[in-house]
């Protein structure tokens, strides 16, 4: 049971580059979120998903999309990318009922 | 809006010494509170949970938090830190109802370092 997996773990990107940041869960969770992590700033919620198919913003939704076809995966997609999206990017994943969410081991970015 | 507050960025406490690390909510009804523990480089790990019941509530690694509905607050402690404990500590709040998403507002975090 690996839980909750994201790759890469690190990657520079170039401005105006894109590139798509992986998870997957296995406890076969219907809720899935993408946060990002700023020093001194917590975590920011920059979308969610409440089952396959479906789909919603969060609080920092810009420059970002997403896309869930299936429970396990739910990828997220950079297309144009900007020194602002240098961050840390943690994927988690809860059920309905338990509202505890488990979180991946995060893949850190830079934009140059 | 919901929000959280963790007035303190760092604290610093030696090792053996008791600790307690704060947390305010602000939220229209009781919400479900967390405590997350994050070491360098790593995700975020559950610590521990409210959800209803006693307000004193136990997790893992010796830690525990006490729910007080009348300050708004879900204080950690715990009564001999380690030097392992170091590492940054964050509150959330989220709804009760399900539905939405279920969706975690969380503080700013508080970074802990151990002086042995």
């Known amino acids: ?112 | 809006a919901q929000s959280v507050t963790q007035p303190d960025i760092h604290i610093t406490v030696s090792e053996g010494a008791s600790l307690e690390l704060r947390c305010n909510y602000s939220y229209g009804a009781t919400p479900y509170l967390f405590w997350y523990v994050q070491s360098p480089g790593q995700g975020l790990q559950l610590l521990l949970k409210y959800f209803s019941g006693d307000t004193l509530v136990q997790g893992i690694k010796g830690f525990e938090a006490e729910f007080k509905r009348s300050q708004s607050s879900f204080n950690l402690r715990k009564p001999s830190v380690h030097w392992s404990d170091a590492a940054e500590y964050f509150c959330a709040v989220g709804p009760i109802l399900t539905g939405g998403g279920n969706k975690l507002t969380f503080g700013t975090g508080t970074q802990l370092k151990v002086e042995l």
């Not at chain 1, 809720?31 to 920011?44: A, E, N, S, T």
């Not at chain 1, 920092?60 to 995966?73: C, F, L």
């Open chain 1, 1 to 112: 049971n690996a839980g909750v997996t994201q790759t890469p773990k690190f990657r520079i990107l170039k401005i105006g580059q894109s590139m798509t940041l992986q998870c997957t869960q296995d406890m076969n969770h219907n809720y899935m979120y993408w946060y990002r992590q700023d020093p001194g700033m917590g975590l920011k919620l920059i979308y969610y998903s409440v089952g396959a198919g479906i789909t919603d913003k969060g609080e920092v939704p810009n420059g970002y999309n997403v896309s869930r076809s299936t429970t396990e995966d739910f990828p997220l997609r950079l297309e144009l990318a900007a020194p602002s999206q240098t961050s840390v990017y943690f994927c988690a994943s809860s059920s309905p009922t338990t509202k505890t969410q488990y979180f991946g081991p995060g893949t850190r970015l830079l934009v140059l």
